[in-house]
């Protein structure tokens, strides 16, 4: 896309159906040293309850059993997930051009260690995509700020639309700086993760809906931000029409060299298109399984 305005609607029929060649662009900065070192100067998190773990692969259930025979005792927090690595991960996304303060104090208050394996906790802060299970990933904390900044564009946010909540931390942070956020999921056992996931922290304004994402929610509609978690070769049309007149929406777009795409809804059939920065997302997919 250009940036002059442009009409739609973008075809459906160029998405995706193949994975991306993986293309790291940003490298994880935080090693277990300095993680160390940072977390060893803060107290332990305000989030201490065990985190409950849904059941949709092997290694979720083998949690499940192993907290369920666990002794009842207050957990021990590793200091490679503590509040002070958490902080030191805000930081470096400011470092990297984020200035939202809103969206850096959200990503400061969600515990992203809690929405991962176990095993994967101790990488939770790094700046890297993690697995999730189900070929899919936990997008790393730059991009992820970085695309809520960008759709937030300083101003507030009455009712968001996700594609692609996987394991439920970004619509956490999102629940942080929007009035409602309904979010969704094409792959069940991801769905029951996230619920599971977010639980415990009782986010009031967070609707998680399983069906296919690139058919969005009209029935919330419209909606003054979108965000996508899976890039395709377009903008599904249906989602370009549930934005309300002045709404933005960021999305990952391409197949092997992928960029994020902000759109925004200018008329009742214009928008207008900006190519950011290069990115690396897992495919957009109809369909639900």
């Not at 470092?95 to 400061?108: I, Y």
């Not at 996230?194 to 919330?220: F, S, T």
């Amino acid at each position: 896309m250009t940036e002059k305005n442009r009409t739609f609607p973008l075809p459906l029929s160029s998405v995706v159906d193949q994975g991306a060649r993986k293309a790291t662009v940003f490298k994880p900065v935080a090693t277990p040293q300095t993680a160390t070192q940072n977390a060893a100067r803060y107290a332990p998190p305000a989030y201490s309850a065990p985190r409950p773990v849904a059941a949709p692969s092997k290694s979720h259930s083998s949690a499940l059993e192993r907290a369920q025979a666990a002794p009842q005792t207050a957990p021990r927090q590793s200091a490679l997930v503590s509040d002070g690595v958490r902080r030191a991960m805000v930081q470096r996304i400011a470092k990297q051009g984020v200035q939202d303060q809103l969206v850096l104090a959200a990503m400061d208050s969600v515990p992203r260690h809690r929405f991962m394996d176990e095993g994967l906790a101790p990488q939770a802060y790094i700046d890297a995509s993690l697995p999730i299970g189900h070929q899919q990933t936990i997008s790393q904390p730059y991009i992820v700020a970085r695309m809520i900044e960008v759709m937030r564009n300083g101003g507030a946010l009455q009712r968001v639309l996700e594609i692609g909540t996987g394991c439920g931390y970004q619509a956490a942070v999102l629940a942080r700086l929007a009035q409602e956020v309904y979010s969704i999921e094409r792959i069940k056992p991801l769905h029951e993760l996230a619920k599971a996931n977010l639980r415990p922290l009782r986010v009031p304004n967070l609707r998680l809906h399983y069906g296919d994402g690139m058919l969005g929610l009209p029935q919330a509609a419209p909606f003054d931000g979108i965000i996508l978690a899976a890039a395709g070769m377009a903008v599904p049309q249906a989602l370009l029409d549930q934005l309300a007149i002045g709404g933005r929406l960021v999305a990952p777009v391409g197949v092997h060299t992928q960029h994020l795409e902000l759109i925004t809804r200018i008329g009742r059939q214009e928008w207008t298109s900006e190519t950011l920065e290069d990115c690396h997302f897992v495919p957009l997919r109809p369909g639900v399984i």
